[in-house]
């Protein structure tokens, strides 16, 4: 078993940054596919970004492209996501999210491991 836990969601102007942290409880953390999701309210799950165990490749959401930055650090069991010139549309709940598996990994059905969730909000 895997457990996240996210942190640094919070309620922030159009046009701020937030940073996310998750940290992993497993001593093979550097194994995992690590990703972000979001999800709002009456409407799916919804990938956001993903770094890759081996060479740290990414993958992020069209949206988010430019604005979000996927980092990790294994030394730390840490998966961070940085988000800069949010929007409102960006309004939601976040989800960390580790897999071992999967070519894929911008599809939650890689994943095997989520967090509670930590709410970010902007305001136009």
């Known amino acids: 078993q895997v457990q996240l836990v996210e942190s640094g969601g919070g309620s922030v102007q159009a046009g701020a940054s937030l940073r996310l942290s998750c940290t992993a409880s497993t001593r093979t953390f550097s194994r995992y596919n ?4 979001r999800q709002v309210p009456g409407k799916e799950r919804e990938f956001i970004a993903a770094i890759r165990w081996s060479v740290g490749a990414t993958v992020y959401r069209d949206s988010v ?3 979000f930055t996927i980092s990790r650090d294994n030394a ?7 988000m ?15 897999g071992l598996m999967g070519v894929n990994i911008n599809s939650a059905m890689n994943y095997d491991y989520w967090g509670q969730g930590t709410q970010v909000t902007v305001s136009s």
């Open 84 to 98: 800069n010139s949010l929007k409102p549309e960006d309004t939601a709940a976040y989800y960390c999210a580790a």
């Open 34 to 37: 690590m990703a972000w999701f």
């Open 76 to 82: 730390k069991n840490t998966v961070d996501l940085q």
């Open 65 to 67: 492209k430019g604005r």
